[in-house]
Nanobody
Framework: QVQLVESGGGLVQPGGSLRLSCAAS????????MGWYRQAPGKQRELVAS???????NYADSAKGRFTISRDNAKNTVYLQMNSLRPEDTAVYYC??????????????WGQGTQVTVSS
């Protein structure tokens, strides 16, 4: 199985910054896509940003220009740099990875989630 461990969440003031990290471990052969999702109370989980192993990125409209996703493929780690944070960014942020295990079967794993709260 593949496990994802997140870090970097916390409380920040509007306009501030946070950097989230997510490290994947386990029986990993390759990870095709790593991404960040978030879910606010009473709302559906939504994609924030994702990146393929080749560096192709996808961002939610609300994240464009403020958030930056990056990957260290050698470490199976994905990061989310969040700048100019707004109260609307408050949510539980989840890391996701889709890839191939050493058994050559596909996996779709999720992290436990980390709370990001933007408030003055």
């Amino acid at each position: 199985q593949v496990q994802l461990v997140e870090s970097g969440g916390g409380l920040v003031q509007p306009g501030g910054s946070l950097r989230l990290s997510c490290a994947a471990s386990g029986s990993i052969l390759s990870i095709a896509i790593m991404g960040w999702y978030r879910q606010a109370p009473g709302k559906q989980r939504e994609l924030v940003a994702s990146m393929s192993s080749g560096g192709r990125t996808n961002y939610a409209d609300s994240a464009k220009g403020r958030f930056t996703i990056s990957r260290d493929n050698a470490k199976n780690t994905v990061y989310l740099q969040m700048n100019s944070l707004r109260p609307e960014d408050t949510a539980v942020y989840y890391c996701n990875a889709i890839g191939r295990a050493t058994t050559h079967s596909m996996f779709n794993s999720w992290g436990q989630g980390t709370q990001v709260t933007v408030s003055s």
